[in-house]
């Protein structure tokens, strides 16, 4: 099976981070072009390192994805400088957790709505008209587990993962027929340097890793997925 992305170009937004470094990288390994947003210049010059030989196929935007006027002319200007925008990953999001409702402030609230929830809005609403322009493409939203599996002390988290997730199976179904694909995946918890220090006494084996999550957003990002459309894909692994 041949997943090659040699002349495709790749937006991830949060391109930098523990996720979506891993999907960037992997992106690159199949020879697509990556552009991705970050908010550290000494993270993106990381990620360049990282990349070695193919750091010539990156390129990097500071953007808040939050941000609409930020957004569309980030979109706009990946058009321009490359021609196409063939596939969107939002890997932008945030946790706070382990706090009940009431003693939850308004701001985390937003926060959550706004670094979960309207990031991928903002994204894919800038991204799309393109895409449905060329007559394909692929979105894949990085939501969670909590967005099915709504414990104590999560209640931001977990509705705006839900939310997120019940946006994209919306636009899916807007985008039926187009050509244009939107998928959701849920990662329980993800083996990143974060996670190991916040949990140093947890089972880091069982824990997916970054690079296992990654392949399966170059999968659904590939023409192998092409019936696959308005999904929520588990990406659990042992956790
Ligand atoms: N890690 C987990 O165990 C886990 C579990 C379930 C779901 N997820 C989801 O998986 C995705 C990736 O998680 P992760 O662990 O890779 O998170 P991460 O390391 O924090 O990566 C997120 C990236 O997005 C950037 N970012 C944050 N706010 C932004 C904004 N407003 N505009 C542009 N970029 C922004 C972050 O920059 P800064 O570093 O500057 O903040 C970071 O580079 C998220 O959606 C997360 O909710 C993660």
Redesign the pocket.
Known sequence: MNISFSGRVIVV?????????AVSLAFLEEDATVIV????EE?FRALKDSAGPKASSLAGSQ?????EAAVVPFINGVLTQFGALDVLV??????VGGVKLWEMTTRVFDQML???LR?GYVLAHAAIPAMLKAGHGSIVN?????ALDHGAGMAA?AAS?AAAVALMDSLAADAKGTGVRVNSI???????A??RLAMPDSDFAA?PK?RDIAQVVLFLSSDLAKTIHGAAVPVYGNA
């Open positions: 937004a949060g391109g930098t981070g523990g996720l979506g470094k947003t970050y908010r550290k993270e953007v808040d994805v939050t941000d939002n890997t932008v999001g945030g946790y706004a670094l979960n990031s990085v939501a969670a587990k909590a988290y993962k849920l990662p329980s918890i993800i083996d990143t974060v996670n824990w970054p």
